[in-house]
């Protein structure tokens, strides 16, 4: 019994500790008082904890102000160097490595290009890249990698959580690539290893376009498309975590061949290389797939038909038949899971959006149900066309609010 007590009050402590510390990160700089009112908690506990993480240096003084009548009310914040984050953006060509402060600060980088499709045909060089990458960014940034609270993986494909981390490309032959066996040969540091959509999706629900809604898909489109969905402020994964992959839904029934090996997928028809296809670029251009990254000949060339639909017919027929493809999925999304908010991002998403975002919006009401469409907002991310290894950034920052700042 006596275990049991104490097992239950330390318990208590760091859902304390997690409950203070969240507020404090996202809600700050807050005075003592204010914590009270909005976790609950009493002065008495507020006070304890708060001495631990200032006894940590996890949270520091942010200056003070004026109370009602009484002694001024010293603000707090969480401390920005109390430890630093590693996000690592696994595109189909490219190893991105950034290494960020608490407040997400970019504080060093290091990037490596890649085969196409490279993690899921030969993964140990790619796995090389990554530690590469791990040991340059804490050198470069003088990091102490002892204050590297952890290191979040966005990759491309389905993440298959369990006792072993395992992903799956869809686009390519080998699957149940073991990525987090494969990195613990060369790294110590603790991992968190999640599809990239999924990751720059939590970002944006935290500190973008997704920030006050509890209900939400971040649909986000590169050369590939893929989709956070967010219910209850929760990421739904589906029961193997493959959900999400949005852009292998079927729009056209015995349609386009998919890279997939399917035909009809969305993908086929909105993703930036099937753009360039239409429009005739064929495979110039071929680049950096998944929802996250695309290279620079397949990027510009995106970009240079998105500018010349202005004036040049062939442009805006195929800007016009994307918004009308995007559309549908969109409202799919919206009649299968009735979010707040619909938030299109991806680089290639944002120049579609830029450009035709009421065309989108036309089409999605034509294919959606009235009533949860007049419900849904239909906007861009807010973070940046390629933001997935600061979407990966927040995967161990996640764990490190959850246990109370626990190392």
Same mark, same amino acid.
């Given at each position: 019994?006596?275990?049991?007590?104490?097992?239950?009050?330390?318990?208590?402590?760091?859902?304390?500790?997690?409950?203070?510390?969240?507020?404090?990160?996202?809600?700050?700089?807050?005075?003592?008082?204010?914590?009270?009112?909005?976790?609950?908690?009493?002065?008495?506990?507020?006070?304890?904890?708060?001495?631990?993480?200032?006894?940590?240096?996890?949270?520091?003084?942010?200056?003070?102000?004026?109370?009602?009548?009484?002694?001024?009310?010293?603000?707090?914040?969480?401390?920005?160097?109390?430890?630093? @984050? #590693? =996000?690592?953006? !696994? *595109?189909?060509?490219? $190893?991105?490595?950034?290494?960020?402060?608490?407040?997400? /600060?970019?504080? +060093?980088?290091?990037?490596?290009?890649?085969?196409?499709?490279?993690?899921?045909?030969?993964?140990?060089?790619?796995?090389?890249?990554?530690?590469?990458?791990?040991?340059?960014?804490?050198?470069?940034?003088?990091?102490?990698?002892?204050?590297?609270?952890?290191?979040?993986?966005?990759?491309?494909?389905?993440?298959?959580?369990?006792?072993?981390?395992?992903?799956?490309?869809?686009?390519?032959?080998?699957?149940?690539?073991?990525?987090?066996?494969?990195?613990?040969?060369?790294?110590?540091?603790?991992?968190?290893?999640?599809?990239?959509?999924?990751?720059?999706?939590?970002?944006?629900?935290?500190?973008?376009?997704?920030?006050?809604?509890?209900?939400?898909?971040?649909? @986000? #489109? =590169?050369?590939? !498309? *893929?989709?956070?969905? $967010?219910?209850?402020?929760?990421?739904?994964?589906?029961? /193997?975590?493959? +959900?999400?992959?949005?852009?292998?839904?079927?729009?056209?029934?015995?349609?386009?061949?998919?890279?997939?090996?399917?035909?009809?997928?969305?993908?086929?028809?909105?993703?930036?290389?099937?753009?360039?296809?239409?429009?005739?670029?064929?495979?110039?251009?071929?680049?950096?797939?998944?929802?996250?990254?695309?290279?620079?000949?397949?990027?510009?060339?995106?970009?240079?038909?998105?500018?010349?639909?202005?004036?040049?017919?062939?442009?805006?027929?195929?800007?016009?038949?994307?918004?009308?493809?995007?559309?549908?999925?969109?409202?799919?999304?919206?009649?299968?899971?009735?979010?707040?908010?619909?938030?299109?991002?991806?680089?290639?998403?944002?120049?579609?959006?830029?450009?035709?975002?009421?065309?989108?919006?036309?089409?999605?009401?034509?294919?959606?149900?009235?009533?949860?469409?007049?419900?849904?907002?239909?906007?861009?991310?807010?973070?940046?066309?390629?933001?997935?290894?600061?979407?990966?950034?927040?995967?161990?920052?996640?764990?490190?609010?959850?246990?109370?700042?626990?190392?």
């Amino acid at each position: 019994m006596g275990q049991m007590n104490r097992r239950t009050v330390r318990d208590l402590r760091r859902g304390n500790r997690s409950t203070l510390l969240r507020q404090l990160y996202f809600r700050g700089p807050v005075s003592r008082q204010e914590l009270g009112t909005l976790t609950g908690l009493s002065s008495g506990s507020v006070s304890n904890v708060v001495g631990e993480l200032l006894a940590d240096e996890l949270v520091e003084e942010a200056g003070s102000v004026e109370s009602d009548g009484g002694r001024p009310r010293t603000l707090l914040r969480v401390t920005p160097g109390g430890g630093h @984050l #590693i =996000g690592v953006d !696994v *595109g189909e060509t490219h $190893v991105r490595v950034e290494l960020f402060d608490l407040a997400l /600060t970019e504080l +060093a980088r290091w990037e490596h290009p890649l085969t196409p499709g490279g993690l899921e045909r030969d993964p140990e060089p790619v796995v090389g890249h990554i530690l590469t990458g791990l040991d340059a960014v804490v050198d470069k940034s003088g990091a102490s990698p002892e204050a590297v609270i952890g290191v979040g993986v966005g990759v491309p494909g389905v993440v298959e959580q369990g006792d072993e981390v395992l992903v799956h490309g869809p686009t390519a032959g080998r699957e149940a690539v073991p990525l987090e066996r494969l990195l613990r040969t060369g790294t110590e540091l603790p991992l968190f290893i999640d599809n990239g959509a999924t990751a720059q999706g939590q970002a944006e629900m935290w500190f973008g376009a997704g920030r006050g809604a509890d209900n939400a898909v971040i649909a @986000l #489109i =590169g050369s590939g !498309v *893929g989709a956070a969905i $967010v219910t209850a402020g929760v990421p739904y994964r589906g029961a /193997t975590s493959s +959900a999400g992959e949005w852009g292998h839904t079927v729009v056209q029934v015995g349609g386009r061949a998919c890279r997939c090996g399917a035909v009809g997928c969305l993908e086929a028809y909105v993703g930036a290389q099937a753009v360039l296809d239409r429009y005739g670029h064929g495979a110039r251009g071929a680049g950096k797939g998944g929802a996250g990254g695309a290279g620079e000949d397949q990027q510009a060339a995106f970009a240079a038909i998105v500018g010349a639909a202005g004036s040049e017919t062939r442009a805006r027929e195929v800007l016009e038949e994307t918004a009308a493809y995007l559309g549908a999925g969109i409202a799919d999304l919206i009649n299968l899971f009735n979010p707040e908010r619909i938030i299109l991002g991806g680089w290639a998403g944002l120049l579609l959006g830029g450009r035709v975002l009421p065309r989108i919006r036309a089409a999605t009401a034509s294919y959606a149900l009235r009533r949860p469409y007049a419900q849904t907002e239909i906007g861009l991310a807010e973070l940046g066309p390629d933001a997935v290894a600061l979407g990966a950034a927040t995967l161990p920052l996640a764990h490190f609010l959850a246990t109370g700042g626990a190392r």
